[in-house]
């Protein structure tokens, strides 16, 4: 099983908290789609084993292409690489981006989930964030998406914002859970450096929600979705009836997954990749045949570590069997283990280590603690 990430470095704004690999400038977007398949045929051949269920398409903001851009991306793939009759093709997109015509021909080219960026349904919010839609578009987006005949409907929504309180939290998650997707990712705002909201934050012209009101957040993100029938079944990733991200699912549990595209990681559990994150290199690079990537090959340590980090995430845990294959822990490991378990922050059966709710507050810290240094 694999995954194909296909990042589009166009966004019609720069939104004020966002350090993703984009540009606002699309003057060279159709020379970049060109690029983007020279990149997939030139990878084809190390992937030939592999059959992809999934094909998602990330940014950035994909739904900027036009049509035929899609479906010029949607086709190379096809034509390179086997994928499975039930592939997944998820598409991130803004609400205004969803007009009944967009949805009608992404629907027709195979694309078969949306993962809708809503962020927020307060104006004055999505204002300050510089989003390119209102609340109302986002509402029309969803309408739209079902009219068009989509049922796997993925939407995203944060937490942590300046000034909000747990009263207007849970309206936004009453709001969201009125719109009845199958899916709901549901992120902290982190203030990233080199951002306009980081700028912002340091003179004092917006203040972000401390330690514990984004964990009160949380706790209620987790318990009213709960309520409403949607398991967590990721950290900030809750699904009814078992509709998770087959994409994102796969890359938690370590399956290999082909990046496409400026800054996109690969990674075929031997090597890791990352794509130049300069457009103009990128598109350069690809124009003399030559991959714009950088390689590393993993260590046992590495594979590991990242094993840990990636799979508490996760309502399956970490299997003790694929984890201890890479290195075999102390005794002083196990009682990190050990200690954690005595303080109900993690689970432990004969075969995965779990976190508990509880855990789930402090994931990075514990997989941080667990995590083993070379030499250390």
Known sequence: ?????????????KCSYCDFHFSTNHTYQSEMVDMLCKEIEIR??????????????????????????????????????????SVEITMECNPDDCSLE???????????????????????QLKWMNRSHQAADSLNAVRNA???????????LMYG???????????QLLQIIALNPEHISAYCLTVEQKTALSKWVKEGKLVVSNNDQQSEQFELLVSTLKEAGYEQYEI??????????????SYWKGAKYLGIGP?????????????QSNNRTY????????????????????????????????????????????ISPDKEWFQIVKDYEDKKLVLQTEEQILLTPAGRLLADAIASDLFIIPNA
């Open 161 to 171: 914002l300046p000034n909000m309180t747990l009263e207007e939290w849970k309206e």
């Open 44 to 85: 084809a051949k190390d992937w030939k084993q592999e059959q992809f269920e999934t094909i998602y398409f990330g940014g950035g903001t994909p739904s900027v292409l036009t049509t035929n851009q899609l479906d010029q991306l949607i086709s190379r793939v096809k034509e390179n690489y086997q994928l499975s009759n």
């Open 263 to 275: 800054s996109a990681h690969g990674y075929n559990q031997v090597e890791r990749y990352w794509n």
């Open 146 to 156: 079902k009219e068009v005949g989509f049922d796997e409907l993925s939407l995203d």
């Open 236 to 249: 900030s990733n809750f699904a009814r009836n078992g509709h998770y991200s087959k994409h994102n699912t």
């Open 1 to 13: 099983m694999a995954g194909c990430y296909i990042h589009i470095p166009f966004c019609a704004q």
């Open 283 to 326: 598109m350069t690079e690809l124009k003399k045949g030559h991959l714009p990537e950088t390689v590393e090959t993993l260590t046992p340590f590495d594979r590991f570590n990242e094993n840990l980090m990636i799979g508490l995430r996760t309502k399956w845990g970490v299997s003790k069997e694929s984890l201890f294959e890479s």
């Open 102 to 124: 967009n949805l009608s021909s992404w629907k027709e080219l195979g694309v078969n989930r949306l993962s809708i960026g809503i962020q927020s349904f307060n104006d004055e």
